[in-house]
Structures are given as structure tokens and as C-alpha cells.
């Protein structure tokens, strides 16, 4: 069965970096694209981008373009989300949700997902 | 971007009562890409409709969704006890994949 078990939760200071992982298991690694996904507490969902896992390719979402990294290991079937210059507002539940179908171009809603990865920036 | 918003922001229900959730997009989504999504408390969100009216398999039939370009719907025919959580929705036809602010179904 798909799965997707993330690393665990984090604590860091303001402007420190985090680094979330994502290890797939149950499919063929390289079929479908990583979406990250994060959720502040008591707050809604928000879609942070995209990575293929095919190719590398990535979209991000505007407000993060020069604060975040997402990148796939294929060799360990394991996505990375990096996010820099940590601020009290990035406190949130990070999530990575898997797409169902391959390619630039898929239109998909998120089928699968990790459990969840806290991370807490405080002082 | 499209903006998604949601009414109610929380409905207040009786079990085996029927639940309507409302989704507006700000553009209409092509395609029907819209997708619903449940949460419960401390746990990750689960798939319910995609396409805006395909259940994928194990999503019971009492839950469907219907609509099309700027306007949607979740309906819930008969509320059981464990449908009580966050509803939301999200277009996927144009980047960034919004949600919506969802919606809290909670026990009157």
C-alpha cells in the first residue's frame, strides 16, 4: 500500500533553516509528483509547490521563492522540503501529498499523504 | 490566483441529518479540478472527491460532490458519527493549488 512517512518534528530558532523529509514506499517512486503542504496551528491548509520526482522539476508557491528548496533522492525514494530564514510564522504542520498522475502538466488532486511534521520556530 | 472561499464557516448538525458545503472559486476552474478534502483533529487531511464528483475507492457513497466553473458542492446525504471534522476545498487546475478556509461540520 502507498505510503509516505515524514521525519519528526523540530524545533528552531528564528532564521535557522529546516529541513522536512518525506520516504515513499508502497508504489513506483518516479511515477508520481510530491506536493508539500503546510497548516499553522488552529489554521487552515496551505499548498507551499510541487516537485516531480521524475525529473527534479519544481513550482513554488510565490510568497516562498528564495526561502524554500524542494528536492527527490530517487535512490531512497525520499523527498525534501528545506525552508531558510525561519521566522515565528512558519510554526506549522508540514505535510507532503502525493499526486496521481506523472509529468509536468498533471492535474491532480493530492491522494496520499504523509502524517505530518511539526515544526516549531521559536526563541 | 484563484481564491476559494467556503460558507458556512461552521454548520451544526444532528447524525443522520444531510450536510451542504459550498465552494466558490474567484475564476472558474477548468477541467472540474476541484477536489474535497476531510480532516480530523491531529490527523492529515483525506482525499473525498476529485474531479469535482469522482469518489476514489473506499470514500462512501454518502458523501458526493457535484458543480462546475466558479461554483461547488459537498453533500453529505446522512451524517454519521464519524463525518464530524473540517471540510475543505481545492482547485488544482492552475498553480498555486488553493484550498478553500473550510468548513467545521460539528455535532448540534
Known amino acids: 500500500q502507498v505510503q509516505l512517512v515524514q521525519s519528526g518534528g523540530d524545533v528552531k530558532n528564528p532564521g535557522a533553516s529546516v529541513k522536512v523529509s518525506c520516504k515513499a514506499s508502497?508504489?513506483?517512486?518516479?511515477?508520481?509528483?510530491i506536493n508539500w503542504v503546510r497548516q499553522a496551528p488552529g489554521l487552515g491548509l496551505e499548498w507551499m509547490g510541487w516537485i516531480s520526482t521524475y525529473n527534479g522539476n519544481t513550482k513554488y508557491v510565490q510568497k516562498f521563492q528564495g526561502r524554500v528548496t524542494m528536492t527527490t533522492d530517487t535512490a531512497t525514494s525520499t523527498a525534501h522540503m528545506e525552508l531558510r530564514s525561519l521566522r515565528s510564522d512558519d510554526t506549522a504542520v508540514y505535510y507532503c501529498?502525493?499526486?496521481?498522475?506523472?509529468?509536468?502538466?498533471?492535474?491532480?488532486?493530492?491522494?496520499?499523504w504523509g502524517q505530518g511534521t511539526l515544526v516549531t520556530v521559536s526563541s | 490566483e484563484t481564491v476559494l472561499t467556503q460558507s458556512p464557516g461552521s454548520l451544526s448538525l444532528s447524525p443522520g441529518e444531510r450536510a451542504t458545503l459550498s465552494c466558490r472559486a474567484s475564476?472558474?476552474?477548468?477541467?472540474?479540478?476541484l477536489a474535497w478534502y476531510q480532516q480530523k483533529p491531529g490527523q492529515a487531511p483525506r482525499l473525498l472527491i476529485y474531479?469535482?464528483?469522482s469518489r476514489p475507492t473506499g470514500i462512501p457513497d454518502r458523501f458526493s460532490g457535484s458543480g462546475s466553473g466558479t461554483d461547488f458542492t459537498l453533500t453529505i446525504s446522512r451524517l454519521e458519527p464519524e463525518d464530524f471534522a473540517v471540510y475543505y476545498c481545492q482547485q488544482y487546475s492552475s498553480s498555486p493549488k488553493t484550498f478553500g478556509p473550510g468548513t467545521k461540520v460539528d455535532i448540534k
Open positions: 474531479g469535482a464528483s
Open positions: 501529498a502525493r499526486d496521481n498522475c506523472s509529468g509536468d502538466n498533471c492535474y491532480s488532486a493530492l491522494w496520499y
Open positions: 508502497g508504489y513506483t517512486y518516479t511515477s508520481y509528483g
Open positions: 475564476q472558474s476552474v477548468s477541467g472540474s479540478y
